[in-house]
């Protein structure tokens, strides 16, 4: 756990992890090995990409965003060295609900830049959804196909949501889940403190890297920390009352969603991750990048603006009663069959038509042992100290090592530079030192 915590093996955020593991077992076949960069852009590795890969696949999320325009450009510097074809899995733009592209237009030449290498080495570009298809549409852009995200096609053209007719009742289980903007800016603190209120089974899965350091080592440096709302924080209720997680892999994370009743609040992948369990959910919808997905899919979803200003609206149980799945079940092998035709269109097989329908994914997956989730560090026991001070000693005596090795190859160099004489100055140098100008000819 520490270790997970340590490498950032979420990249910032766990949902990052459904849709590029989905993407892994989707792509992987008799015919197909597929090897993961561990989310770094090496544009130095752009010669060794062309050499050993036949094709560079980018699973990506909301990267059309203002704060991810830095990344993106590396990410175009890269993929404009590369020499084989290049397919990009579902990528989307952000902006508010109301679909106004007006926050974008900064970032406009990186984004058509992005999108120009792209389809140099592909024969179309995967979005989200609805907003970001118009949006590259109006700067020009035909080869754009709407597929959604690979997250939900986990398990292929099947997609099975358990509803129960008689309804939630105080005594259920729900999950809860948000971002720190959604709790600070957008209502959702008040929510989570009503459902806390009413619902004794709840429990707050939290996404960030800030969070799970939060729960794991009770650390605050994060600006996040800031947000006292949000029950990873360790001055709210839930987490003395250990109702908070967050997961460091979707094996765990999807598992233990099961037994749950119903999930809701704005974390897209949060959500997702509850329907892959078969737990009815219900996205919160605050922003573009969730709303265009929840349309696609036909994910039961309102508008958070709207439920966090009625709390009658946000209730679990009425959402739960609200929500209609005949259409995210019903139409999902439609949509798989569009996911699958733009494999095929750009080259890549898939393991549900060209393989064991990830069989051997699973199996693998089921063979090795996944950290649990990460909890509220609440415990005063020994054996909890034991273990997180002996990986902080393990820590401190390798950085000792390395700052040992460090001195050496300082000391090293030190005296190279010391053993090579500085060279002369020149002429010209010694005459401007005496003169105290610079010196020009004829005068």
């Known amino acids: 756990m520490e270790q997970a915590l340590h490498q950032d093996v979420i990249a910032t955020n766990s949902g990052n992890l459904i849709f590029q593991d989905a993407a892994h077992k989707i792509l992987e076949t008799p015919d197909t090995e597929v090897f993961s960069n561990g989310g770094r852009t090496e544009v130095s590795a752009a010669a060794r990409i062309n050499a050993e890969y036949d094709a560079f696949v980018v699973p990506l999320a909301n990267a059309f965003r ?14 404009s060295k590369l020499r084989i074809p290049v397919v990009v899995l579902g990528v989307g733009a952000q902006t508010g609900v109301g679909y106004d592209a007006a926050r974008l237009k900064r970032i406009e030449p990186t984004v058509r830049a992005f999108c120009s290498a792209v389809l140099e080495r592909s024969a179309s570009i995967g979005v989200r959804g609805e907003f970001t298809e118009t949006y590259l549409r109006d700067m020009g852009f035909k080869d754009v196909e709407v597929i959604g995200c690979p ?30 903007s959604a709790v600070k800016k957008q209502g959702l603190a008040r929510i989570i403190s009503r459902t806390h209120e009413q619902y004794p089974n709840l429990r707050f899965i939290g996404q960030n890297l800030s969070d799970a350091r939060q729960l794991h080592w009770r650390d605050m440096s994060d600006p996040n920390a800031a947000v006292t709302a949000i029950p990873t924080h360790p001055d709210h209720p839930m987490y003395r009352e250990d109702k908070v997680r967050v997961y460091v892999d979707p094996i765990t994370w999807i598992d233990e969603l099961r037994p749950f009743d119903f999930s ?28 265009e997905l929840c349309r696609y899919f036909e994910i039961p979803h309102q508008r958070l603006d709207k439920v966090a200003k009625d709390p009658e609206a946000a209730d679990p149980a009425r959402l739960y009663e609200q929500a209609d799945f005949s259409g995210l079940t019903g139409n999902h092998a439609e949509r798989f069959e569009r996911f699958t035709g733009f494999l095929d269109k750009n080259g890549l097989q898939n393991t549900f038509t060209h393989g064991d329908g990830g069989a051997a994914f699973e199996k693998r997956m089921r063979s090795l042992s996944f950290p649990p989730g990460v909890r509220p560090w609440n415990d005063t026991d020994l054996a909890s100290l034991t273990t997180r001070f002996g990986w902080l000693h393990t820590q401190v005596g390798e950085l000792s090592k390395d700052n040992d090795r460090l001195r050496r190859e300082l000391a090293r160099s030190k005296r190279v530079k010391d053993a090579v004489p500085a060279p002369a100055a020149s002429v010209y140098r010694r005459a401007r030192r005496v003169v105290g100008r610079a010196l020009h000819p004829g005068k």
């Open 151 to 180: 997250s939900l096609f986990m398990y292929g053209r099947e997609l099975h949501v358990r509803k129960d007719d008689a309804g939630l009742t105080a005594e259920s289980r729900i999950a809860i889940n948000g971002s720190h």
């Open 264 to 291: 809701f609040g704005s974390r897209i992948h949060g959500n997702i991750a509850a329907l892959l369990a078969g737990t009815p959910a219900t996205v919160l919808c605050g922003d573009s990048r969730t709303l």
């Open 66 to 79: 203002p704060s991810f325009e830095v990344a993106l450009q590396r990410l175009t510097r890269l993929i």
